[in-house]
């Protein structure tokens, strides 16, 4: 386990207020990156993530995707309902350096905790919101889920052959890059509360980030009399990317062909059926070169037309299930996997913080927090600063 108090935010204190995916992924990596993390949880259930059970997986009681991305932190059990607890909540924004929510907007105004009632107790705070849809206009109300963002903002249609429905992708993508968006306008504002001393606000939403992700394709659209792209016959990986850029079926699976010359897709695979197209119509007849390219490819398993690819220079891999990914050299390599370790003993394994500190990526082997552990410690410290 790495040593906390030298990594980069050690000594910053962040609330998290949040729930399900966005906002404890970002309180997840500041605690990865050495920020003491606290999550604030309602005293019946605390965040309705304990119980989003998958594959009936559990450790200590809880879901494991619970702890896989509140691995390391605090749990103070607070009823913002309740006068009391809200006053010692108060206090304890008092000391911290960052709140993260994703409550509705309105919500946390509605408690007293919007950002500028907080700013008024505490005017170096950096106060993190994540929504759905941003904090105006027509869809403010509707669930902020990542399939469903995925669905209204076109991504589900890039993915996928012509013929197929949409096709969303098979984890949560937007709820993932939105933490990223959030830790990034974090560490933004605390550099900048560095120099001025002025903290901030962080506003993220999925719907923007949706959009954010697929820049390359929506730029393509906005600037194409917002025609909506057609996706390929074959082997569909990018809609705007001209042939043979896809993925195709072989003998015994499936490989990935990136982008290559016609001229040099024609020798390599020996399909002089494509030598008779000029580069200039990789787009214009991509589907035909697509189904030449895969009706040569779909002759021999992967691993022969890897050995002919990859000492030419082509980009191409093998297409890995998870049971075969980790078993290459390249997984053992990476360094991917870390072990997290309950008081009773039990144990499970997860993902490492991707970002490598000093040459080396931080791990944290604490669980998740029961509910409402560290209420106690936590408040009785503020009784002991006001005392003194």
């Given at each position: 386990?790495?040593?906390?108090?030298?990594?980069?935010?050690?000594?910053?204190?962040?609330l998290d207020f949040a729930q399900f995916l966005a906002g404890p992924v970002a309180a997840m990596r500041l605690s990865d990156l050495g920020?003491?993390?606290?999550?604030?949880?309602?005293?019946?259930?605390?965040?309705?993530?304990?119980?989003?059970?998958?594959?009936?997986?559990?450790?200590?009681?809880?879901?494991?995707?619970?702890?896989?991305?509140?691995?390391?932190?605090?749990?103070?059990?607070?009823?913002?309902?309740?006068?009391?607890?809200?006053?010692?909540?108060?206090?304890?924004?008092?000391?911290?350096?960052?709140?993260?929510?994703?409550?509705?907007?309105?919500?946390?105004?509605?408690?007293?905790?919007?950002?500028?009632?907080?700013?008024?107790?505490?005017?170096?705070?950096?106060?993190?919101?994540?929504?759905?849809?941003?904090?105006?206009?027509?869809w403010v109300k509707k669930p902020g889920q990542d399939l469903l963002v995925q669905s209204l903002s076109g991504i589900a249609w890039l993915?996928?052959?012509?013929?197929?429905?949409?096709?969303?992708?098979?984890?949560?993508?937007?709820?993932?890059?939105?933490?990223?968006?959030?830790?990034?306008?974090?560490?933004?504002?605390?550099?900048?509360?560095?120099?001025?001393?002025?903290?901030?606000?962080?506003?993220?939403?999925?719907?923007?980030?949706?959009?954010?992700?697929?820049?390359?394709?929506?730029?393509?659209?906005?600037?194409?009399?917002?025609?909506?792209?057609?996706?390929?016959?074959?082997?569909?990986?990018?809609?705007?990317?001209?042939?043979?850029?896809?993925?195709?079926?072989?003998?015994?699976?499936?490989?990935?062909?990136?982008?290559?010359?016609?001229?040099?897709?024609?020798?390599?695979?020996?399909?002089?059926?494509?030598?008779?197209?000029?580069?200039?119509?990789?787009?214009?007849?991509?589907?035909?070169?697509?189904?030449?390219?895969?009706?040569?490819?779909?002759?021999?398993?992967?691993?022969?037309?890897?050995?002919?690819?990859?000492?030419?220079?082509?980009?191409?891999?093998?297409?890995?299930?998870?049971?075969?990914?980790?078993?290459?050299?390249?997984?053992?390599?990476?360094?991917?996997?870390?072990?997290?370790?309950?008081?009773?003993?039990?144990?499970?394994?997860?993902?490492?913080?991707?970002?490598?500190?000093?040459?080396?990526?931080?791990?944290?082997?604490?669980?998740?927090?029961?509910?409402?552990?560290?209420?106690?410690?936590?408040?009785?410290?503020?009784?002991?600063?006001?005392?003194?």
């Amino acid at each position: 386990m790495t040593d906390a108090s030298s990594l980069p935010l050690a000594g910053l204190r962040v609330l998290d207020f949040a729930q399900f995916l966005a906002g404890p992924v970002a309180a997840m990596r500041l605690s990865d990156l050495g920020a003491e993390v606290i999550k604030i949880e309602r005293p019946e259930g605390g965040d309705l993530c304990r119980s989003m059970v998958v594959n009936d997986q559990r450790l200590e009681g809880d879901s494991l995707v619970f702890h896989t991305f509140n691995r390391g932190k605090k749990s103070v059990a607070a009823d913002l309902k309740n006068i009391g607890d809200l006053e010692k909540v108060r206090a304890l924004i008092k000391t911290a350096d960052v709140v993260i929510h994703n409550f509705r907007p309105g919500v946390m105004e509605r408690i007293g905790l919007g950002y500028e009632a907080v700013a008024a107790l505490n005017p170096r705070i950096v106060y993190g919101a994540v929504s759905g849809y941003g904090a105006e206009g027509p869809w403010v109300k509707k669930p902020g889920q990542d399939l469903l963002v995925q669905s209204l903002s076109g991504i589900a249609w890039l993915n996928g052959n012509a013929d197929d429905g949409p096709v969303p992708t098979g984890f949560a993508m937007l709820d993932v890059a939105t933490a990223g968006n959030l830790v990034q306008g974090i560490l933004a504002c605390l550099l900048r509360r560095g120099t001025t001393g002025q903290g901030g606000l962080v506003e993220v939403d999925l719907l923007t980030s949706a959009i954010d992700l697929t820049f390359e394709q929506f730029t393509c659209f906005l600037n194409d009399d917002h025609r909506q792209p057609k996706r390929h016959e074959v082997g569909n990986a990018n809609p705007y990317q001209p042939a043979p850029y896809g993925i195709y079926k072989t003998a015994d699976g499936f490989m990935a062909f990136a982008m290559t010359p016609l001229n040099v897709v024609a020798e390599l695979l020996d399909a002089p059926a494509i030598a008779a197209f000029g580069q200039d119509q990789a787009f214009s007849h991509l589907n035909e070169i697509k189904q030449i390219v895969g009706d040569v490819f779909v002759t021999q398993p992967t691993q022969h037309w890897l050995d002919i690819l990859e000492p030419a220079g082509i980009w191409c891999a093998p297409v890995l299930d998870w049971l075969d990914f980790v078993k290459t050299e390249g997984f053992k390599a990476a360094d991917l996997v870390q072990t997290l370790q309950a008081e009773s003993g039990a144990q499970a394994q997860t993902t490492k913080c991707p970002i490598r500190i000093d040459g080396t990526a931080p791990s944290a082997s604490q669980v998740a927090p029961a509910l409402g552990q560290d209420t106690e410690a936590v408040f009785s410290t503020l009784v002991a600063a006001a005392e003194g």
